[in-house]
C-alpha cells in the first residue's frame, strides 16, 4: 500500500483522462453547471493529457506528476511557474484526486512533489486558485498554512479563489 509518486508520461494519458473527469465530477457537482461536468468526454481529455505531456517545456515550466499505488493512478498534481504575474514565483496549477482515493496521503505526496519541483525552480512562495465552495481543497490548503486572498477569478458559472504561501520552504518544513 505504499505510495509512489513519479512524473506523468505519455502512457499515463488515458488513465489520467478518466480520473481528471472523475474528480470533476465528484468535486464540482453543485459548484459549476451540471451542463458542463456531464458534457466532459474521456476520449477529448485524453487528447488533452496527450497534448500536455508531449508539448515543449521550456526551463521545466510545468511537472505534472502522478500519485501511485500498486500501479494504479490515484491522483495527479501540476506546478511549476506561475500564469499571472502577480507578485508570486510558482503556481500550484492543480491537485486532482477522486473522492473514493482522498484521505489517503496522496494529496500531500503530490505536494511534496509540486513543492520540490517550485523550489527546485528557485521559487520563494506560491499560490493557486480554488473553486469557491471547494470546501475540502480549502481545509487542505489552509491546514498546509495557505492564505486566502481577495483575488478572485470567474469561470463559466463558478469562482476561484487565490490562495497563497508567501514562503515556500516553511510549506515544505510542514510536508517533509
Not at 496549477?93 to 500531500?108: C, E, L, S, T
Request: with cysteine; net charge negative; aromatic share 10%.
Amino acid at each position: 500500500m505504499t505510495l509512489v509518486v513519479r512524473p506523468l508520461m505519455l502512457e499515463d494519458a488515458a488513465a489520467t483522462a478518466r480520473l481528471h473527469n472523475e474528480t470533476w465530477r465528484d468535486t464540482y457537482r453543485g459548484l459549476m453547471p451540471d451542463s458542463r461536468l456531464d458534457a466532459l468526454d474521456d476520449a477529448r481529455t485524453e487528447l488533452n493529457w496527450r497534448r500536455i505531456l508531449t508539448e515543449e517545456n521550456p526551463k521545466n515550466r510545468l511537472a505534472n506528476f502522478g500519485v501511485f499505488r500498486d500501479g494504479e493512478l490515484l491522483g495527479f498534481g501540476s506546478a511549476g511557474a506561475p500564469r499571472e504575474d502577480w507578485g508570486y514565483e510558482s503556481e500550484l496549477w492543480v491537485i486532482n484526486i477522486p473522492r473514493r482515493f482522498q484521505k489517503m496521503g496522496a494529496g500531500k505526496a503530490l505536494m511534496q512533489a509540486c513543492v520540490q519541483h517550485a523550489l527546485g525552480l528557485a521559487a520563494q512562495n506560491m499560490y493557486l486558485y480554488c473553486m469557491i465552495g471547494n470546501d475540502n481543497a480549502m481545509q487542505f490548503y489552509h491546514h498546509l498554512g495557505a492564505v486566502d486572498t481577495d483575488r478572485i477569478k470567474a469561470g463559466d458559472g463558478y469562482q476561484e479563489r487565490a490562495l497563497v504561501w508567501d514562503d515556500l520552504n516553511a510549506l515544505a518544513a510542514r510536508l517533509f
